[in-house]
């Protein structure tokens, strides 16, 4: 086993290739601004070290990285690696992690554009995120407990499960397949456009003109607060606590509400399509059933 503690690393491929390898306390920083410091290792275990250089973990097979810092210039940090823990992380600079394979995050702090594309296998617990295209083209995703500001998030993600989390985004979901969100909130403008298979269950939506274009939509239990324009030519069951602003042209299947501020049926939609709507009283009892376009 190779030891290395209390040294600070500048020159090009520092440690490249080392395997079965301690990195404590080291800085990875200096005049001669070498990057690619740990290409190509291997079962590292790295504690407490600074990462202020680019390109430093790549096509690394194996390791944990606990209380490790990666600045703004530490840019792309983490590519093509695979079966890796990440401890109490920060990860700064753009792009850190991409095409990686069966990675775990805990309780890292995250502050990259471009997060996360193309990565396969991805598990998250007690994050906090900053990105403004997280997890483009992901897939096989377990998030836990995610605190997310960003913009357009989750794009093109497939088979993928959020627990517990809040989501503070804007064009999150676009073009997504096969994605379940459980008891969390999701804040943004325009969310889940063009989706296949989402899953909203018992979670608080907030935000203008959701889910629309969807397919095998699904909201179980949900509360929507300011969602206007929702529903647009989508394919939707959804049982929801409380009011919906609006629903515009749903394409089919049902949407059930304690009240609807407005039901929008201007003749936009496909000639064929069907969509059962309730409004229910205050005993529950249904008060308006509508189907579109009206019969």
């Keep these: 086993m190779k030891h290395y503690e209390d040294r600070t690393f500048d020159e090009e491929r520092a440690l490249y ?53 990666m600045t703004a210039t530490c840019r792309a940090a983490l590519w093509y690696d695979r079966d890796m823990v990440l401890e109490d992380c920060s990860l700064g600079g753009i792009k850190a992690l991409r095409e990686c394979d069966r990675m775990t995050l805990k309780g890292c702090t ?19 995120i900053q990105s403004e295209y997280l997890f483009l083209k992901a897939r096989d995703l377990d998030i836990r407990r995610l605190a997310l500001k ?10 993928m499960t959020i627990r517990d989390s809040e989501l503070d985004t ?12 459980y008891d969390s909130t999701v804040r943004g403008e325009y969310l889940g456009w063009y989706s296949e298979n989402l899953r909203l269950v ?20 949900c509360e929507m607060i300011d969602c206007d324009l929702s529903f647009e030519r989508s394919d939707v069951r959804a049982d929801i606590r409380g009011r919906i602003e609006s629903v515009k042209n749903p394409l089919s299947g049902s949407i059930s509400a304690d009240a609807i501020g407005s039901l929008i049926l201007d003749g936009q939609g496909e000639p064929d399509s069907r969509c059962i709507i309730r409004e229910r009283s205050r005993q529950s009892n249904p008060a308006v059933t509508s189907t579109f376009p009206p019969e």
Excluded: M
């Design 170 to 181: 804007k064009d999150a979901f676009w073009h997504s397949r096969n994605v379940t969100v």
């Design 202 to 221: 018992r979670c608080r939506i907030i935000g203008t003109q959701p889910l629309c274009y969807a397919k095998g939509l699904v909201l179980d239990d």
């Design 110 to 128: 995250v502050d990259s554009a471009e997060f996360g594309w193309f990565c396969r296998g991805v598990s998250l617990g007690g994050c906090s």
């Design 150 to 159: 960003g913009k357009y998030s989750f794009q093109y993600v497939e088979n």
């Design 17 to 69: 290739g080392v395997r079965d390898a301690d990195i404590v306390n080291c800085s990875f920083e200096g005049p001669a601004d070498g990057e690619s410091a740990l290409k190509e290792s291997g079962d590292i275990r790295v504690r407490n070290s600074r990462f202020l250089l680019r390109y430093p973990l790549w096509h690394v097979d194996g390791g944990v990285l606990s209380g490790c810092s």
